[in-house]
C-alpha cells in the first residue's frame, strides 16, 4: 500500500428491507394478503327462515339470504300457500336441499338438513307455534374459516412489522 494511498470508507449499503420502494412492495403485499382473508371471512353466506303466524293459516315466511360480502335478499311466503316441505340430498353432499311447495312455484334452500324440513312440517300443522326461525348450519369445511383466518393474521402481522420498520427507518 502506497503512503499516499488513503483508505476509503467504504461505502454504506443499504439494508435492504429499508429501501423505500421493497418497503411499499412488501407492504402492498401483506395488505393484499390481509384483505384476502379478509375477503374470504366475509364471503361466507347463510339462510334464515324466519316465520310468523298470526291466526290459523294467516300469516307468513320471510326467508333470507345472505351472499358475499353481507349482500342480503328477502322472500315472503304465505303460510297459507305453502304445500309442502321436503328435503333432498343432492349426489357427493353432506347437506340436503329443502323444497318448499308452494301452489305457484317451488323455493330450493341449499345446505339445510331433513330435521329441519320435519321443523317446518310441524309448524305448519300445529297453529299454536306462534313464530319459527331457522338458519342454516354453518355449512363450510371446517378449516376454511381457519385458512382466511391464518391469511388475515399473516397480513396483518407483516403489514405491522413493516410499518415498524418504515417508523425505525425515519427515526435513525
Request: hydrophobic share 35%.
Amino acid at each position: 500500500m502506497d503512503k499516499n494511498q488513503q483508505i476509503q470508507p467504504s461505502s454504506i449499503s443499504e439494508d435492504s428491507s429499508s429501501n423505500p420502494v421493497e418497503l411499499f412492495v412488501t407492504l402492498l403485499i401483506s395488505g393484499f394478503i390481509g384483505f384476502l382473508g379478509l375477503g374470504l371471512i366475509l364471503a361466507e353466506s347463510f339462510t334464515k327462515l324466519n316465520c310468523q303466524r298470526d291466526s290459523l293459516n294467516s300469516g307468513s315466511c320471510q326467508i333470507i339470504r345472505v351472499g358475499f360480502f353481507g349482500q342480503s335478499t328477502k322472500q315472503n311466503v304465505l303460510l297459507r300457500e305453502i304445500r309442502n316441505v321436503t328435503s333432498e340430498q343432492p349426489i357427493e353432499s353432506e347437506w340436503f336441499n329443502l323444497l318448499i311447495t308452494q301452489t305457484e312455484e317451488e323455493i330450493k334452500l341449499n345446505g339445510f338438513n331433513p330435521e329441519q324440513a320435519a321443523t317446518i312440517q310441524s309448524f305448519l300443522k300445529d297453529p299454536s307455534q306462534k313464530d319459527l326461525v331457522l338458519q342454516q348450519p354453518y355449512n363450510r369445511q371446517p378449516y376454511a374459516l381457519f385458512i382466511a383466518g391464518s391469511f388475515l393474521l399473516v397480513g396483518a402481522c407483516s403489514s405491522v412489522a413493516t410499518i415498524r420498520k418504515i417508523i425505525d427507518n425515519r427515526n435513525q
